[in-house]
């Protein structure tokens, strides 16, 4: 073998994860639904054998001794194990509550990284690997992992320049005598409760859970009103989306006027839009706000920036529906906003097939006082 081929050699990627490489995400199981809502911030992921032995429980115990990253919310800790016995028999949930465990029983988070052995991996906020460290008898490597959690910059500032965020605002979308006449159509129409979807024994369940997400929704129907929309959309969006993501929607997903409102504590927490599988057809979301006479209720993406958007009426904020996002509390007033979902014709395809896993709308909760 030549010196350049030997060079080369170093540079072959090899099986397992690598600083670089995404966080594998999965199908089934609980697992994904528990780090799809973890981006921003770093996570350290301890697969670390289990706390029958002396290493495994060394490394929860260094955890819990360092949960100040966890406490500044710079870090999250999770630890990976598939022996019951820690979860039935050793209470680690309780002796270690800086680090949240995840139950790996039949390996599939064990497989999903190529993991064999006991090992530290930690995530960025964008969830992709920044480090690799296998365990050793010892817990030598320990040391190296604070070093590189004292060493990264806040999650705010990961990487050290401003990283852009995957959006598009688009001013004027909406004029605002229409914003007004769709703020008019709820009020005269009241909303329900908004919930959720979790995916239940393969089937896609609307949730609810007023801690997570608050909001009333009035879904438009009448066919005159939504062409209006529709025609907006595809003279004011369609060349955008084009020019910008070489993407070209011919389908709209809800014609939906949302209600976050102080009095509610409206708020959403973080999530993405395509999670389960009755809604991973949808490939872009926007979000057009109707008024501006509140406080709070802005938008931002955790993974990419702390960087909040309170878009002027009529202004269209658009983005993947992959990208984690959420919505500030509202305190102050009610923000109303049109939320639709775009897709186009392959995507199609898979939301009509998709439909047997879509469940019929649960009972919606009242809201307090009705």
Same mark, same amino acid.
């Given at each position: ?9 170093? @540079? ?7 600083? $670089?490489?995404? /966080?594998?995400?999965?199908? !089934?199981?609980? =697992?994904? #639904? %528990? ?11 301890? @697969? ?7 290493? $495994?429980?060394? /490394?929860?115990?260094?955890? !819990?001794?360092? =949960?100040? #990253? %966890? ?28 680090? !949240?465990?995840?139950?790996? #029983? ?265």
């Amino acid at each position: 073998m030549t010196d350049s081929a030997q060079q080369l050699q170093a @540079f072959v990627l090899k099986g397992h994860i690598q600083p $670089g490489d995404p /966080a594998p995400w999965w199908r !089934q199981g609980r =697992h994904k #639904f %528990v780090f799809d809502r973890a981006g921003g911030r770093y996570i350290v992921l301890s @697969f670390y054998g289990n706390a029958g032995d002396a290493i $495994g429980q060394a /490394a929860l115990r260094a955890l !819990q001794d360092n =949960h100040r #990253f %966890v406490d500044d919310a710079k870090a999250s800790f999770f630890g990976i194990c598939m022996d019951p016995r820690d979860n039935s028999e050793r209470n680690v949930e309780q002796s270690f509550p800086a680090v !949240q465990f995840v139950w790996d #029983f039949d390996a599939e988070m064990h497989r999903a990284y190529g993991v064999a052995h006991r090992i530290w991996i930690v995530l960025d906020p964008m969830l992709r690997v920044v480090e690799a460290l296998p365990f050793s008898a010892d817990g030598a490597e320990f040391p190296q992992l604070l070093e590189l959690l004292e060493r990264l910059p806040p999650p705010s500032q990961y990487p050290d320049v401003e990283a852009p965020i995957p959006v598009l605002l688009l001013p004027n979308v909406f004029e605002p005598e229409f914003c007004r006449y769709l703020i008019d159509c709820y009020v005269a129409n009241g909303g329900r409760e908004s919930g959720f979807m979790q995916e239940v024994g393969g089937k896609a369940v609307e949730s609810y859970d007023p801690e997570w997400k608050r909001r009333r929704d009035f879904i438009i129907s009448d066919a005159a009103l939504i062409e209006l929309i529709k025609a907006r959309m595809g003279r004011r969006v369609g060349v955008m989306l084009q020019k910008a993501y070489r993407f070209t929607f011919s389908r709209m997903e809800r014609h939906l006027v949302a209600c976050y409102s102080a009095e509610d504590g409206g708020h959403f927490g973080p999530h993405r839009d395509d999670t389960v599988r009755a809604s991973e057809h949808r490939q872009f979301a926007v979000s057009i706000n109707l008024n501006d006479d509140f406080d709070g209720g802005a938008v931002s993406f955790p993974e990419f920036s702390p960087r909040q958007f309170k878009a002027p009426v009529g202004t269209a904020l658009i983005f993947p529906a992959s990208v984690l996002h959420c919505v500030s509390r509202v305190t102050r007033g009610r923000r109303y906003a049109f939320l639709p979902f775009l897709h186009d014709e392959a995507a199609e395809k898979l939301r009509i097939a998709n439909l047997q896993f879509l469940t019929k709308p649960a009972a919606v909760p009242a809201a307090p006082g009705e």
